[in-house]
């Protein structure tokens, strides 16, 4: 395997009896990559990221991620990644404390280290005011902040995030954007899905699937380059409509 290469994937293929959700997906990432994973609903990219984050079993291919084997070492893979989902990410019934807390003791991080990690993303993200505030009660802007500071609490290799900005506003998605910059500068790997055209600007290199298929992979501007186009919304129009 190449040392470079953190995610690397091959002929990854995921059937549901007759239904073949992803066909046949080859492609790698490269340490501190911002790589974008395009796609419309139903294109096969949430499938395709669950059999990479080891939740779920491929039919048949190869991947490594983390220099680990999708289908004989999907608990290293958990441990050496961070995840973010749209849907669930924090306890809204738990402080903000107590969710770094208790997420820092699922990545089997020492009660020495939760709480220098604590002060560290309390500092960090200006939040001494709420600290002690149910997160339920917190504005959607600085839940997805503290999520993300959360999925790299334990300082993973790779960071896997499923539309991580879905339903904010312009400026906290900015803001966000900064900070999965911060990161990849310091080294993570940022796998990105993303249904906002204008965020796959944003990425080193983006791939795009289509029914199942990745259909394109490049960096944006060598995309827009090959379809004739001057945004990346175009692109994915031109592939969509075939």
């Given at each position: 395997m190449n040392s470079n290469k953190v995610i690397q994937v091959k002929g990854l293929t995921k059937m549901?009896?007759?239904?073949?959700?992803?066909?046949?997906?080859?492609?790698?990432?490269?340490?501190?990559?911002?790589?974008?994973?395009?796609?419309?609903?139903?294109?096969?990219?949430?499938?395709?990221?669950?059999?990479?984050?080891?939740?779920?079993?491929?039919?048949?291919?190869?991947?490594?991620?983390?220099?680990?084997?999708?289908?004989?070492?999907?608990?290293?893979?958990?441990?050496?990644?961070?995840?973010m989902s749209q849907k669930f990410a924090l306890y809204d019934d738990l402080t903000v404390k107590e969710n770094i807390t208790f997420f820092g003791g699922i990545y089997g991080l020492s009660k020495l280290k939760i709480k220098e990690k604590t002060k560290e993303m309390?500092?960090?993200?200006?939040?001494?005011?709420?600290?002690?505030?149910?997160?339920?009660?917190?504005?959607?802007?600085?839940?997805?902040?503290?999520?993300?500071?959360?999925?790299?609490?334990?300082?993973?290799?790779?960071?896997?995030?499923d539309e991580p900005t879905g339903g904010v506003d312009p400026i906290t998605r900015r803001q966000f954007w900064e900070m999965i910059y911060r990161a990849a500068h310091q080294g993570t790997t940022i796998f990105v899905t993303t249904h906002y055209m204008d965020e796959a600007e944003y990425c080193d290199r983006v791939s795009i699937m289509v029914s199942g298929k990745i259909e394109a992979l490049d960096t944006p501007k060598k995309l827009k380059e090959q379809f004739q186009v001057t945004s990346m919304n175009d692109v994915f129009l031109k592939l969509a409509r075939g």
């Open positions: 549901f009896g007759d239904f073949t959700a992803v066909n046949a997906i080859t492609f790698a990432v490269e340490k501190g990559e911002i790589f974008g994973f395009l796609g419309a609903n139903g294109a096969g990219k949430t499938t395709a990221m669950k059999m990479l984050i080891g939740i779920s079993n491929p039919t048949s291919g190869s991947a490594h991620v983390a220099g680990f084997d999708v289908f004989t070492q999907a608990e290293d893979i958990k441990k050496n990644i961070g995840y309390i500092d960090d993200l200006g939040l001494e005011d709420v600290a002690n505030q149910l997160v339920g009660a917190l504005p959607l802007g600085w839940k997805q902040k503290i999520s993300f500071s959360v999925a790299l609490l334990h300082e993973p290799k790779i960071v896997f995030l």
